[in-house]
């Protein structure tokens, strides 16, 4: 499934169980030097950095670099630390960053991105429910203040969204649900017969059935990508997308 996304500029969002091949022919398109920077966090790369560096190193220099997992390193400390590693790495303007994880790296990702050397490329490949179907999507980029939340950030649109459905396979329960609270926001501001699907199917979702969870996967990406389309930078009808947040 692909769902185009038209800001300025435009992208797309790729939607697979695990359809990684598909997706280095996509970023292959992006990357002139062949270097690819991941930046991921800790819980991530222990469960997927060797198996995704097999599967990428095929076809590209992969540099990795990992942060440490939770909310609170979402901050300027950790995005100047990625900042210095990308130098000292040899990152210019045609590099390619791949922000691997949830909406803490995406959102640290995208800000990094947006302010490498004025402004590098960088891809979504969201791995938890809640970033899959919001963060990953619409270009927020942001990290917090001690005074509060995303005070410093940039709105800077991805070149793509992978978004791979088999990464859920190992998402704590927790976190799933976090996941279905987004899922039903995108229900309730905009769509009945969605609702319906999300009542009808409530033992399915817990069970996480796959095709039940690329359905609301699918549904939510569309949604969301009609919004950030019509209203990239939260002028009037992108706030609701902040229902609940
Ligand atoms: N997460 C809300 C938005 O992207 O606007």
């Given at each position: 499934?692909?769902?185009?996304?038209?800001?300025?500029?435009?992208?797309?969002?790729?939607?697979?169980?695990?359809?990684?091949?598909?997706?280095?022919?996509?970023?292959?398109?992006?990357?002139?030097?062949?270097?690819?920077?991941?930046?991921?966090?800790?819980?991530?790369?222990?469960?997927?950095?060797?198996?995704?560096?097999?599967?990428?190193?095929?076809?590209?220099?992969?540099?990795?670099?990992?942060?440490?997992?939770?909310?609170?390193?979402?901050?300027?400390?950790?995005?100047?630390?990625?900042?210095?590693?990308?130098?000292?790495?040899?990152?210019?303007?045609?590099?390619?960053l791949?922000a691997l994880?949830?909406?803490?790296?995406?959102?640290?990702?995208g800000?990094?991105?947006?302010?490498?050397?004025?402004?590098?490329?960088?891809?979504?490949?969201?791995?938890?429910l809640l970033?899959?179907?919001?963060?990953?999507?619409?270009?927020?980029?942001?990290?917090?203040?001690?005074?509060?939340?995303?005070?410093?950030?940039t709105?800077?649109?991805?070149?793509?969204?992978?978004?791979?459905?088999?990464?859920?396979k190992?998402?704590?329960?927790?976190?799933?649900?976090c996941?279905?609270?987004?899922?039903?926001?995108?229900?309730?501001?905009?769509?009945?017969?969605?609702?319906g699907?999300?009542?009808?199917?409530?033992?399915?979702?817990?069970?996480?059935?796959?095709?039940?969870?690329?359905?609301?996967?699918?549904?939510?990406?569309?949604?969301?990508?009609?919004i950030?389309?019509?209203?990239?930078?939260?002028?009037?009808?992108?706030?609701?997308?902040?229902?609940?947040?």
């Amino acid at each position: 499934m692909i769902i185009p996304v038209n800001t300025r500029p435009p992208y797309k969002i790729f939607i697979s169980p695990w359809n990684v091949s598909h997706t280095i022919f996509h970023i292959k398109k992006y990357v002139p030097d062949n270097q690819l920077f991941i930046i991921t966090n800790t819980t991530v790369a222990n469960l997927y950095r060797r198996k995704l560096d097999l599967l990428f190193k095929r076809h590209f220099k992969t540099l990795w670099i990992t942060i440490p997992d939770g909310e609170r390193h979402k901050n300027l400390a950790t995005c100047e630390k990625i900042l210095v590693q990308l130098s000292k790495l040899g990152a210019n303007r045609s590099s390619c960053l791949l922000a691997l994880g949830g909406g803490v790296v995406g959102d640290i990702t995208g800000f990094v991105a947006s302010t490498y050397m004025r402004g590098i490329r960088y891809f979504q490949m969201p791995t938890t429910l809640l970033a899959q179907v919001d963060a990953s999507i619409g270009g927020k980029t942001g990290v917090d203040l001690p005074t509060g939340k995303n005070l410093v950030g940039t709105f800077y649109q991805p070149s793509a969204v992978f978004i791979h459905t088999n990464f859920l396979k190992t998402l704590p329960d927790r976190e799933f649900r976090c996941g279905l609270a987004e899922i039903i926001k995108y229900a309730l501001i905009r769509d009945q017969k969605f609702w319906g699907f999300l009542q009808d199917n409530v033992t399915k979702i817990r069970q996480r059935n796959a095709h039940v969870t690329t359905k609301m996967i699918t549904t939510c990406c569309k949604i969301k990508a009609q919004i950030v389309t019509a209203d990239e930078r939260e002028q009037g009808q992108r706030m609701i997308l902040n229902l609940g947040h």
